[in-house]
């Protein structure tokens, strides 16, 4: 009786043991899917939500992650009428991969908010996710940036798959494969360029797309893609999604999904405005001529029926650009050609500063902290951050040899 009494109190104490591991273990598992739902909610706060104000522009993305967190991304931003895009998909699934690219990720906002070559933004983020990559994890990315006033797209691509263009029928893009992302610090990466034509778009996926597979192992495949596509040609962004996801989720049916599925589509939509005024002055590069500039931008002032007080904020911007051009487009004692031209619209008063010197972009030129004294402050910047406050977009592009600053004012009303 005594033996089965302690037995009994054995029994007991196991059960009551075990029990308590259970509990641990569950509160456990509880902090677990807490804290992956955190993580979660952060990495989809990350993603673009807000409608960008642009009229040339019609974009939409979506990402479908396969477990509670993903190694996909995509994201935009705009910047001096430029579209700042990309994509991404990290090896391996889950919190590790999720990891890489968040830091990817904010690594493309950094570089981006202060350079416009996508190539140079691609080298750098590579240089970063190399350095301490003992785990050897890898990026597949996808960088674009689109000039938005003529469609001129720059690219790169490190071992992305290849994104689409859609002008009647989908196409592929032509791309440099290059490497991934943190594979080879010393990588070259090397970029492309090609031009939107308007209405064209750009659909940009990862392979959770092409490899989204069925109960039989059957891929959705490139195909399928394609023939969604070209069954609905003139499709918004958002459409075109809508109908991919559709499909491939009819196509896997009750299969579970093996891989984070991600899409961004960018449509280039230029809008026709009626030219109300065009003028042009062309000078060469010295001082002397500014006087003419002023007087060019005072004429149009004056027929636009300006405010002397903005008139005055235009001729002190433009006089300020085209200073920037001849102090350091062309070499000392070379004589050059300036030309500007301007267009207004209803909408708009659209000034191009052109010139055949050296590329230089002043766009990607740092701002000015203007919180430093004038003994701290480094020499240069202050024209183009001048220029920067009394114009609503800067832009510049490099276009057979030629620099093309574009300074663009918003016009609420034209005086009758």
């Known amino acids: 009786m005594l033996l089965g009494f302690l037995l009994l109190g054995y029994i007991i104490y196991r059960f009551l043991k075990n029990n308590k591991r259970m509990a641990q273990n569950e509160k456990e598992r509880a902090r677990i899917d807490t804290e992956l739902q955190v993580a979660k909610r952060i990495q989809s706060e990350m ?71 996508p190539t140079r933004i691609m080298q750098k983020i590579n240089h970063a996710v190399c350095h301490g990559n003992e785990s050897s994890m890898f990026v597949t990315f996808f960088i674009g940036v689109l000039d938005l006033p003529t469609g001129r797209l720059h690219y790169c691509n490190a071992g992305h798959d290849t994104p689409l263009i859609i002008n009647g029928e989908a196409m592929p893009l032509e791309v440099i494969s290059n490497i991934p992302l943190g594979v080879d610090m010393d990588w070259f990466y ?48 958002q459409q075109l999604l809508d109908s991919l996801l559709n499909a491939s989720s009819a196509f896997v049916d009750s299969a579970v999904q093996s891989d984070d599925l991600t899409m961004l589509a960018v449509k280039f939509t230029p809008q026709e405005e009626e030219t109300i005024l ?42 300020e650009a085209v200073v920037n051009v001849i102090n350091y487009a062309y070499p000392a004692g070379e004589k ?43 020499i240069g910047g202050l024209g183009i951050f001048l220029v920067r406050q009394l114009m609503d977009t800067i832009n510049y592009e490099r276009i057979d040899h030629t620099n093309v600053l574009t300074l663009t004012k918003k016009i609420t009303k034209v005086k009758d």
């Open 47 to 117: 993603l673009p939500h807000d409608d960008l104000n642009h009229d040339n522009i019609d974009i939409a993305g979506t990402l479908l992650a396969a477990r509670e967190v993903g190694g996909d991304i995509y994201d935009y931003f705009l910047r001096d009428d430029k579209l700042f895009f990309c994509i991404g998909d990290a090896s391996g699934k889950g919190v590790a991969s999720a990891l890489i690219m968040t830091v990817t990720h904010a690594m493309f906002r950094s570089f981006g908010s202060r350079e416009s070559n």
């Open 190 to 237: 090397e970029g492309q360029e090609a031009e939107l034509k308007p209405g064209a778009t750009l659909l940009l996926y990862t392979d959770g797309l092409t490899e989204a597979m069925n109960a039989n192992h059957q891929q959705f495949g490139l195909q399928r893609v394609k023939d969604v596509i070209n069954e609905h040609p003139d499709s918004t962004s």
């Open 278 to 319: 065009h003028r042009e002055l062309s000078i060469t590069n010295d001082l002397s001529h500014l006087a003419q500039v002023n007087d060019f931008v005072k004429d149009i002032g004056d027929e636009l029926k300006f405010e002397p007080s903005d008139t005055q904020n235009l001729k002190l911007a433009i006089e």
């Open 336 to 378: 050059g050609e300036i030309n500007i031209e301007s267009t207004a619209t209803a909408k708009a008063l659209i000034f191009k500063i052109r010139d055949n010197g050296m590329a230089f972009a002043p766009t990607d030129a740092p701002d000015v902290d203007t919180s430093l004294t004038a003994e701290e402050r480094q």
